[in-house]
């Protein structure tokens, strides 16, 4: 069943407040969308069961923990095998530079977002990077400012 389906307009005010703010108590989210804490904790169990919600986390300044460079990694490959595959996902797996990674369409195959506390520490990255799988192509693009962080627009 599609995902529309399966939440309804109370489901999706309660997804839009613990996108926005995962700390809040069940007793504020109940409040807020009308509910009591019962049903409220039991609409939440069912998307986290459901895989709806993932998980809850705390969004952090890199900045202010040392990882003010964002760099998005552009990555090509001429083998798309299940072995090639199986080896690129454990590579990003590993490398905890890597905090987001998309499989593409066109002509870039794979999108990564690494995050480092300077250029070297980024050359330090791409070298392993490229020394643990085959890659036809890598282009990089350093982020100059992060113009919105928004939670999904449930």
């Given amino acids: 069943?599609?995902?529309?389906?399966?939440?309804?307009?109370?489901?999706?005010?309660?997804?839009?407040?613990?996108?926005?703010?995962?700390?809040?108590s069940l007793a504020e989210i109940a409040a807020e969308v009308g509910l009591t804490p019962t049903p409220c904790w039991k609409r939440i169990r069912r998307m986290e069961e459901t895989g709806i919600i993932l998980r809850r986390v705390a969004v952090i300044d890199p900045a202010k923990i040392g990882l003010p460079v964002s760099v998005f990694v552009e990555v090509e490959t001429a083998d798309h095998s299940g072995e090639w595959l199986q080896q690129f996902g454990n590579v990003v797996g590993s490398m905890p530079e890597i905090i987001d990674a998309w499989r593409?369409?066109?002509?870039?195959?794979?999108?990564?977002?690494?995050v480092v506390p300077d250029i070297a520490a980024y050359d330090d990255f791409y070298r392993r990077l490229i020394s643990q799988v085959k890659l036809r192509n890598v282009s990089s693009r350093f982020s100059m400012e992060r113009l919105k962080a928004a939670p999904l627009p449930v």
């Avoid at 593409?104 to 690494?114: F, I, Q």
């Fill in 1 to 24: 069943m599609a995902a529309d389906k399966e939440i309804d307009r109370l489901d999706r005010e309660i997804l839009r407040l613990i996108s926005a703010d995962a700390s809040l």
């Fill in 104 to 114: 593409m369409s066109g002509d870039v195959d794979y999108l990564l977002h690494v």
